[in-house]
């Protein structure tokens, strides 16, 4: 299990046991980790060595500590890369996940100003409200609310977009072409509502994700405002240096 021949401090290969055990399936996300006596027993080391180990994986966000209840395996995080525009679908394939969808609302609505300006529609249009909670092996991961032109899509139907790419329904069944989109993130607290749909507790810490994506030839094709589970998600992003 350990090599004590080798020049790697004990305290890491435990960490990296363990680790194994998370990511091959051996602990699931809520197991709950063996006390520390037990792992002690288990690699012949003392309990400093083994408590090292365990502060490496918590450090990693694979575990977490609950005072009076133990150690637990933390629920997986998802990365989404900046670098790149992708759907939440493909994104979830491309990391051999079952991603899915459920739509919790499909609406005519009215936008203040604002948004009709992000969206350059002119005064007394309507466009679409489409609230969908977004889905990773059946976890909830994000509630995602995204306003669409009527103007572009003239009918939708909630069933058509149950556990349907939007970005796959929007070019492959409205027959729009996407160019890209700008972003912005902020960190926040999960409002009871949206919290009761991500299934976390309120006040929980969210990523905030808006969107606006367009078409080519620069038109907008709608405006989202994602609530990422910041237990579940990270974003990454790839930042080359120009040369002055």
């Known amino acids: 299990m350990i090599d004590r021949t080798v020049?790697?401090?004990l305290y890491y290969q435990i960490a990296c046991a363990l680790r194994d055990r998370v990511y091959n399936g051996e602990w699931l996300p809520g197991h709950r980790v063996p006390p520390e006596l037990q792992l002690t027993e288990e690699f012949k080391v003392s309990r400093h060595t083994i408590r090292q180990a365990l502060a490496t994986l918590e450090r990693e966000g694979?575990?977490?500590r609950q005072a009076?209840?133990?150690t637990f395996v933390r629920s997986r995080k998802y990365s989404y890369p900046l670098s790149?525009?992708?759907?939440f679908t493909e994104q979830m394939r491309d990391r051999g996940l079952v991603p899915s969808s459920r739509v919790v609302s499909l609406e005519r609505h009215s936008p203040e100003s604002s948004l009709r300006s992000v969206l350059s529609q002119p005064d007394?249009?309507?466009?679409w409200r489409l609230k969908r909670l977004l889905l990773a092996d059946g976890e909830p991961v994000a509630l995602e609310i995204m306003f669409l032109?009527?103007?572009?899509a003239a009918t939708l139907d909630k069933e058509d977009l149950n556990g349907r790419s939007m970005y796959a329904y929007i070019e492959g069944d409205l027959g729009h072409k996407i160019a890209g989109a700008t972003e912005t993130i902020e960190a926040e607290s999960a409002p009871r509502d949206i919290a009761l749909l991500l299934e976390a507790h309120e006040g929980a810490p969210i990523l905030r994700l808006k969107n606006v994506t367009y078409l080519e030839g620069g038109r907008p094709l709608c405006f989202v405002d994602c609530y990422y589970r910041a237990d579940r998600y990270i974003f990454s992003v790839s930042m080359p240096r120009r040369s002055r």
């Open 7 to 9: 020049p790697v401090p």
């Open 62 to 64: 694979l575990i977490y």
């Open 68 to 70: 009076g209840l133990g």
């Open 84 to 87: 790149e525009l992708r759907s």
């Open 124 to 127: 007394g249009t309507q466009v």
């Open 149 to 152: 032109p009527i103007s572009l």
